[in-house]
């Protein structure tokens, strides 16, 4: 019995020096405003590899990824603008991007996130521009050259489903609610627990199936972490996407322009000439001059061929600049922003 309470006071003075860290860890955020939204993913990466006894690599990724949502409380007062419902991966995203502590609010469209940052009733919006595994999001592109707004920065989610129920046994469930596309992206797991023979009934969010999951008897979801624990629903698995290396890079957009840094990404689209070798020649002129192209993406925009075009560098490069304004006229220039990452 006296070694029990031992341990029981050592594991209760560990907490302690947990609560302490913890507390400074947030003092430094606060003091400093360190964005550590752009370098949570790589912290993560370091501390998996660490040596530990007790602890493999998935449970260090979801403690630290808890710890950092619950501390990153840098943010001010922002009104940002994300397509929702509460809990949606883009609600996700726009949190890690800009901290807890902001006015966050959902819109139902990713048109709509446009037309309340140009109307000035956001500051900011975060959108979905391509998934690693579905590709780039068409309504996205649309938005972006129909509206005369500026890209700031990016974001990188990992897409993490979750199967959430109030069923305590599996066998239980005869009906799952979630996205197409999370069905789609969750089929291994679906098919190995012989959950393929449930109904899968389709909902417009993953927030919306959870919700549905909770209040209907012998059903689950799939959704996101964010999504359980917002309509507070048990999570039965975790991580259940057949694709471990599943992400979302998000645009964060906004009427305001943002100071050129060190290393900065340029997104552009461009609808060139129907006339033969258009393409090349406009390509041509970022190889001579020795720009980094990191992604051209063709898309239908009012039925004229549209290419998404990014590259490093900043639109005020005097090479970027010359090469610009050469084609100026078949040009729109989306932003240029700190980048986060090369591509998905």
């Known amino acids: 019995m006296k070694n029990k309470i031992k341990s029981i006071d050592k594991i209760h003075s560990l907490d302690k020096q947990l609560l302490i860290l913890l507390d400074k860890r947030i003092s430094l955020i606060k003091n400093e405003k360190l964005e550590y939204d752009r370098i949570n993913s790589k912290l993560i990466s370091k501390l998996e590899n660490c040596n530990t006894e007790n602890l493999h690599k998935a449970m260090i990724n979801s403690i630290f990824s808890e710890i950092f949502f619950i501390t ?10 994300y397509l929702g419902p509460e809990g949606s991966y883009t609600h996700e995203s726009a949190i890690n991007k800009f901290g807890l502590n902001n006015n966050y609010y959902s819109v139902n469209s990713i048109r709509n996130i446009f037309f309340e940052v140009e109307k000035g009733r956001a500051r900011y919006g975060v959108v979905p521009i391509e998934n690693s595994s579905n590709g780039i999001v068409g309504d996205t592109i649309n938005s972006l050259n129909h509206y005369n707004l500026n890209i700031v920065g990016e974001t990188i989610l990992d897409i993490h489903h979750t199967l959430v129920s109030n069923s305590r046994n599996i066998k239980d469930i005869k009906t799952i609610y979630s996205k197409d596309i999370a069905f789609d992206q969750c089929s291994y797991f679906l098919e190995s627990y012989h959950l393929n023979d449930a109904k899968y009934i389709y909902v417009d969010s993953t927030t919306k199936a959870a ?7 012998n059903s689950a979801a799939i959704c996101s972490k964010l999504a359980a624990r917002t ?35 340029t997104s552009i689209i461009v609808q060139l000439p129907n006339i033969y070798g258009s393409l090349i020649e406009f390509l041509n002129d970022f190889k001579n001059s020795k720009i980094n192209l990191n992604k051209i993406k063709s898309h239908i925009v009012k039925g004229i061929s549209t290419f998404f075009i990014e590259f490093e560098g900043n639109k005020s490069d005097k090479k970027v600049e010359k090469v610009l304004k050469k084609h100026n006229k078949y040009i729109k220039i989306l932003g240029s922003y700190p980048k986060e990452i090369e591509d998905i």
């Open 231 to 265: 309509i507070n629903i048990p999570v039965l698995f975790s991580n259940i996407e057949d694709n471990k290396d599943n992400k979302t890079r998000f645009l964060v957009i906004s009427k305001e322009n943002i100071k050129k840094t060190k290393s900065d990404k």
């Open 211 to 217: 919700q549905l999951a909770s209040q209907t008897k």
């Open 72 to 81: 990153n409380k840098y943010g001010g007062n922002d009104k940002i603008a």
